[in-house]
């Protein structure tokens, strides 16, 4: 890889998507730079040309001259472009679209649920919506609920059997701020097949790297 030129992570220093792509870059020791966009950048050119729905992640890649934006999407790029050795990636047809269908269920029942809870938990203007803070904390158990009873199912240490790939890395900035969203729900009480799981994750140092990274670009910026 110490020949590529290194690739542009459009970024947000709070905002838990960014992250998920850094996590990959970092396993597959991609040289890359991190550019921190705020409002109202995001929304104008030349990012927008980039992202026409001027939101983060996106990624510019000057080895390829591919521009790609949404998380997910990226994460698909990353692995079949740069992951020829399948470290965090199945070949055979059946772990592959079972990989991406753990990708899509973190982009749509993980990602938008969590959020909204620190919306209306944390942000939103009316306060106290008991009734939309109750319905996504229930919607984050939901989820923690839907991976705990995949383990313990298939018995096997990561989602797509017994090799980790950027499906289960997906989960990780969400998971990182459990605590934060659900301050007195024991998870791991709740959800050990889940806990177990999140915390070999946790345990990655290219996982360790990039929430330290996220920890100190919140501080700084």
Do not use: C
Request: glycine share 6%.
């Amino acid at each position: 890889m110490s020949a590529l030129k290194p690739l542009v992570l459009y970024s947000h220093t709070t905002g838990p998507n960014p992250w998920k792509v850094a996590i990959v870059l970092e396993e597959l020791q991609i040289p890359y730079e991190t550019k921190f966009l705020e409002f109202p950048a995001m929304k104008a050119e030349p990012f927008v040309s980039i992202n026409p729905n001027g939101r983060v992640p996106a990624l510019e890649d000057p080895n390829t001259g591919v521009k790609v934006f949404e998380s997910g999407a990226i994460l698909e790029y990353l692995v079949e472009t740069y992951d020829k050795e399948a470290k965090l990636h199945h070949t055979a047809t059946s772990e592959k679209y079972l990989e991406k269908s753990w990708l899509h269920f973190q982009m749509s029942g993980q990602g938008p649920y969590w959020g909204q809870k620190a919306w209306f938990t944390y942000f939103h203007s009316e306060k106290n919506i008991t009734s939309a803070i109750e319905r996504y904390g229930n919607e984050i158990k939901r989820t923690l609920g839907v991976i705990d009873a995949h383990l313990k199912k298939t018995g096997k240490p990561y989602l797509v059997g017994d090799k980790i790939s950027y499906a289960d890395l997906a989960f990780i900035p969400w998971q990182s701020v459990l605590g934060w969203l659900l301050p007195d729900f024991d998870a791991a009480k709740e959800f050990p097949e889940w806990s177990k799981w999140n915390q070999r994750l946790l345990e990655r140092p290219a996982v360790k790297k990039v929430l330290a990274e996220k920890a100190a670009a919140s501080q700084k910026h």
